[in-house]
Nanobody, 128 residues
Framework: QVQLQESGPGLVLPSQTLSLTCTVSRGSITADNVYWNWIRQPPEKELEWVGS???????HYSPSLKNRTSISRDIAKNLITLDLKSVTPEDTAAYYCAVGKVKAIIMGRPSRSQFDYWGQGTQVTVSP
């Protein structure tokens, strides 16, 4: 089965850019008809969809985060990256990479059952 592993800094200073990587194994990020999503969960809050990148390289972002978010991919390395600019303490969350046929979640909250595979997540704290 597909395996996803998130990685990145555990602590980021306010106003800096948060950069995370999702390394994919046992599957290709160019596989047809799937989308690679970033989802986060702040402490004691529900899951929040951040954005996705599709098999053809198309990107989709949460309206509330799109001005600060960029998702890209490295086909040679089979990984997905997330860059979130100008972070604040409100960006503190566990960040997850997930894959499935869901392209975007503009209304409502994501659920784990909507995606085929998830990474274990990586905790990011934004603090001085």
């Amino acid at each position: 089965q597909v395996q996803l592993q998130e990685s990145g800094p555990g602590l980021v200073l306010p106003s800096q850019t948060l950069s995370l990587t999702c390394t994919v194994s046992r599957g290709s990020i160019t596989a047809d008809n799937v989308y690679w999503n970033w989802i986060r969960q702040p402490p004691e809050k529900e899951l929040e969809w951040v954005g996705s990148i599709g098999y053809s390289g198309d990107t989709h972002y949460s309206p509330s985060l799109k001005n600060r978010t960029s998702i890209s991919r490295d086909i040679a390395k089979n990984l997905i990256t997330l860059d979130l600019k100008s972070v604040t303490p409100e960006d503190t969350a566990a960040y997850y990479c997930a894959v499935g046929k869901v392209k975007a979640i503009i209304m409502g909250r994501p659920s784990r059952s909507q995606f085929d595979y998830w990474g274990q997540g990586t905790q990011v704290t934004v603090s001085p």
